[in-house]
């Protein structure tokens, strides 16, 4: 599966037009008029709520008077394999559009920092484990629809996986992730298992964030963050509830997380006795 993303040439083509707009003097206002266009259109336009069309892209480039070369033909490229369909596309049936965005920034990014509080992530799920969090959360859910979405995430653990270019993934999963039976003791098992087999993967860090520790700086729940290049500024942190998410792009609240989570994995049990953890769990289960 190749690590391609429209979302994400989508996220970078509107941050450079937002910046070439910025830089050229012009207002929203003041570019949707230009455009004819009306001022809630731009707003959405910039917002990425709205795709925007090549030609119109040009039309812009052209107003923040960038001409024929290298920068303009580098974003008309953008505003193109920004309208193409992901790999995931094919889940449309079962996937809400909110976490379609999230699963375009996952395809792409460079590494993963991740919080988990109540199950393990869904990078790291056995099939089995995976099907008995969607029985037991998607309560209207048919049975193909939760075996549609096992499939996806299955599917999407190719980017750990691969050999060539994997996504650099490091988890801290609260304890009662692992001690949570989750589908039965023969299903957890498998889980943990597969835990102690995917921490082997060089690009790979899991850690364990145990009972004792008490209070710890991810009380208020779950997140992650995607980064996509060596720059803070270009990461994302994702928070996720029932019926939606929240992205946030600040680099104020990045740094918030980022914080946050320098202060999980220090309070965490290394990898190593994270793993003995994990073995005594799977141990423990009757």
């Known amino acids: 599966m ?12 509107l941050q450079e037009l937002r910046r070439l707009r910025i830089d050229s003097g012009l207002k929203q206002e003041e570019v949707a008029e230009h455009l004819g266009w009306s001022p809630s259109r731009m707003t959405k336009v910039e917002g990425g709520t709205l795709r925007i069309s090549v030609s119109d892209v040009r039309a812009m480039l052209h107003l923040y008077g960038v001409g024929q070369g290298a920068e303009h033909d580098t974003l008309v490229q953008l505003a ?5 369909k992901g790999w995931w596309h094919a889940y449309n049936d079962v996937i809400p559009q909110w976490f379609q965005v999230y699963i375009g920034l996952e395809a792409e990014a460079l590494s993963l920092r991740n919080y988990e509080s109540e199950l393990i992530h869904g990078l790291l799920q056995t099939e089995d484990y995976a099907r008995a969090v969607y029985q037991a959360a998607r309560l209207t859910d048919s049975v193909e629809e939760v075996e549609r979405h096992v499939a996806l995430r299955m599917a999407r653990q190719d980017i750990i996986m691969k050999s060539e270019d994997p996504l650099q993934f490091w988890a801290v999963l609260n304890e009662a992730t692992v001690r949570r039976v989750v589908g039965g003791a023969a299903v957890m098992r498998e889980q943990l298992r597969r835990l102690v087999d995917v921490a082997a993967l060089p690009n790979v860090t899991l850690q364990v964030l145990p009972y004792a520790i008490g209070a710890h700086a991810a009380m208020l729940g779950p997140y992650a ?5 060596d ?11 029932a019926t939606g998410s929240l992205y946030l792009e600040r680099p104020d609240e990045v740094r918030r997380y980022a914080l946050m989570f320098d202060h999980l994995r220090a ?18 289960i009757l």
């Open 267 to 284: 309070s965490a049990l290394d990898p190593r006795d994270s793993l003995t953890l994990i073995t005594r769990a799977t141990e423990a």
């Open 231 to 241: 720059r803070g500024g270009d990461d994302v942190a994702y928070l996720e509830h």
């Open 2 to 13: 190749a690590r391609f993303s429209p979302t994400v040439r989508h996220r970078r083509l």
């Open 225 to 229: 963050i995607l980064s996509f290049s």
């Open 80 to 84: 193109r394999q920004s309208r193409e």
